[in-house]
């Protein structure tokens, strides 16, 4: 049985959610709240298996109430919103804070939510099996000893994120800036996601690596439920300098990717950006596959270049992690392959393949997954070089890069 707590300003999205969930035999409704505040209390109260939780609220809003929650006592959240749509960049901060998925309102009319019962339901059951995590403070990531012969890894910089837009708390005004205290100074840090602040300090132009020769080492990333926050982990880790391109698969639907894009650029030493057919891969540059297209990567003499396409959906996915893994098998021994948190094995047979031309491959752990399914078949597998938490596969990347 799914213990459901539901998060919503709207009494008929209450009502018409209670009864969805209460006419399904494995979910049952242990309360209800009003505004993000209310939520935090009650998620206290009931403990719930899983939350769907409204992003507009007064009071308090879904993504400050989120923060809160995954940092006190996380459990799994499916936002479900008529903003989540069109407010794109609200829904990459919610995957980034912690929510396991999202729900768009059809058409954005609270009217029609009978439209999109069965994708409720078949969400919020997937999302109450995932494995959240309590936000991590710096000093809480494990110390891994170097020995001499190691590099010093990098260093990964806190960073301070633009001020929301559109989202409102409680009416018509923007919730005042709130002075964030330091680590263990009394009471929550304020997440990094939610810090009214100034926009950090950047490189004028990020211009590390215009060496785009296909001799070069490369690395693919691979990822699905979780992965926004897991993408934030190790992109935000990586450095200015990194040696190599990256190239992103990540289960998204489309107009979602861009977003996702953008916010990690604003926030990474790397140069971010969704993929564009044609694009050259460059060194110290992040490429993401667009929601809906098929990512290759393409020799053009002696130029790696990305190929998109809208062939047929590999799995059901669209973009395939197994499809960008399977281009990639030219690059040999000079590519590193990693596969994060995701529902499935998409990504364990393009994985195979890599491993067989000789790349080196970095699976993250069960402990840090959301879903432990696409690592899992590639461990299962035993295709993994390397298993580590996510917090630490920025730096094994890097290592493994100046193999």
Same mark, same amino acid.
């Given at each position: 049985?799914?213990?459901?707590?539901?998060?919503?300003?709207?009494?008929?999205?209450?009502?018409?959610?209670?009864?969805?969930?209460?006419?399904?035999?494995?979910?049952?409704?242990?309360?209800?709240?009003?505004?993000?505040?209310?939520?935090?209390?009650?998620?206290?109260?009931?403990?719930?298996?899983?939350?769907?939780?409204?992003?507009?609220?007064?009071?308090?809003?879904?993504?400050?109430?989120?923060?809160?929650?995954?940092?006190?006592?996380?459990?799994?959240?499916?936002?479900?919103?008529?903003?989540?749509?069109?407010?794109?960049?609200?829904?990459?901060?919610?995957?980034?804070?912690?929510?396991?998925?999202?729900?768009s309102?059809?058409?954005?009319?609270?009217?029609?939510?009978?439209?999109?019962?069965?994708e409720?339901?078949?969400?919020?059951?997937?999302?109450?099996?995932?494995?959240?995590?309590?936000?991590?403070?710096?000093?809480?990531?494990?110390?891994?000893?170097?020995?001499?012969?190691?590099?010093?890894?990098?260093?990964?910089?806190?960073?301070e994120?633009?001020?929301?837009?559109?989202?409102?708390?409680?009416?018509?005004?923007?919730?005042?800036?709130?002075?964030?205290?330091?680590? !263990?100074? !009394? !009471?929550?840090?304020?997440?990094?996601?939610?810090?009214?602040?100034?926009?950090?300090?950047?490189?004028?132009?990020?211009?590390?690596g215009?060496?785009?020769?296909?001799?070069q080492r490369?690395?693919?990333?691979?990822?699905?439920? !979780?992965?926004?926050?897991?993408?934030?982990?190790?992109?935000?880790?990586?450095?200015?300098?990194?040696?190599?391109?990256?190239?992103?698969?990540?289960?998204?639907?489309?107009?979602?990717?861009?977003?996702?894009?953008?916010?990690?650029?604003?926030?990474?030493?790397?140069?971010?950006?969704?993929?564009?057919?044609?694009?050259?891969?460059?060194?110290?540059?992040?490429?993401?596959?667009?929601?809906?297209?098929?990512?290759?990567?393409?020799?053009?003499?002696?130029?790696?270049?990305?190929?998109?396409?809208?062939?047929?959906?590999?799995?059901?996915?669209r973009?395939?992690?197994?499809?960008?893994?399977?281009?990639?098998?030219?690059?040999?021994?000079?590519?590193?392959?990693?596969?994060?948190?995701?529902?499935?094995?998409?990504?364990c047979?393009?994985?195979?393949?890599?491993?067989?031309?000789?790349?080196?491959?970095?699976?993250?752990?069960?402990?840090?997954?959301?879903?432990?399914?696409?690592?899992?078949?590639?461990?299962?597998?035993?295709?993994?070089?390397?298993?580590?938490?996510?917090?630490?596969?920025?730096?094994?990347?890097?290592?493994?890069?100046?193999?």
């Amino acid at each position: 049985m799914i213990r459901v707590l539901i998060a919503d300003d709207s009494a008929f999205m209450r009502k018409v959610l209670s009864d969805l969930f209460a006419g399904q035999p494995d979910f049952e409704v242990v309360g209800t709240a009003m505004n993000g505040a209310d939520a935090i209390s009650k998620v206290k109260q009931f403990k719930p298996d899983l939350l769907t939780m409204d992003v507009n609220m007064p009071v308090m809003d879904g993504l400050d109430a989120l923060a809160a929650i995954m940092e006190d006592c996380p459990v799994p959240v499916v936002m479900l919103s008529s903003l989540t749509q069109q407010g794109t960049d609200a829904t990459i901060r919610a995957l980034s804070l912690g929510a396991v998925d999202f729900i768009s309102k059809a058409g954005g009319s609270i009217s029609r939510i009978d439209a999109i019962e069965n994708e409720i339901l078949l969400k919020c059951r997937n999302a109450a099996s995932a494995h959240v995590h309590k936000s991590m403070r710096p000093d809480e990531i494990p110390a891994v000893e170097l020995n001499a012969s190691q590099p010093e890894p990098p260093v990964m910089k806190r960073v301070e994120l633009p001020r929301r837009q559109g989202l409102k708390l409680g009416g018509d005004k923007a919730p005042a800036s709130v002075p964030t205290p330091a680590w !263990g100074v !009394g !009471g929550r840090v304020g997440n990094l996601f939610l810090r009214n602040r100034a926009a950090p300090e950047k490189p004028a132009e990020k211009t590390a690596g215009s060496n785009a020769s296909g001799a070069q080492r490369l690395v693919v990333i691979g990822t699905s439920t !979780g992965g926004p926050q897991a993408l934030q982990n190790v992109i935000t880790g990586l450095p200015a300098s990194l040696s190599c391109g990256v190239v992103v698969v990540q289960h998204m639907p489309p107009g979602f990717t861009k977003a996702l894009a953008d916010r990690l650029d604003s926030i990474s030493q790397v140069a971010v950006k969704e993929a564009e057919d044609g694009d050259v891969i460059r060194a110290g540059h992040v490429y993401i596959a667009p929601g809906n297209f098929h990512l290759r990567i393409k020799e053009d003499g002696g130029i790696r270049r990305i190929k998109l396409s809208q062939e047929p959906p590999v799995g059901n996915h669209r973009p395939a992690v197994d499809v960008m893994f399977d281009s990639a098998t030219s690059v040999g021994r000079k590519l590193v392959a990693v596969i994060m948190t995701g529902m499935g094995a998409d990504g364990c047979a393009g994985m195979k393949k890599i491993k067989h031309a000789g790349g080196y491959s970095i699976a993250q752990d069960e402990s840090t997954c959301v879903v432990y399914g696409m690592p899992k078949a590639v461990v299962e597998a035993g295709l993994a070089d390397e298993v580590r938490p996510v917090q630490l596969i920025a730096r094994a990347i890097v290592e493994a890069v100046k193999r």
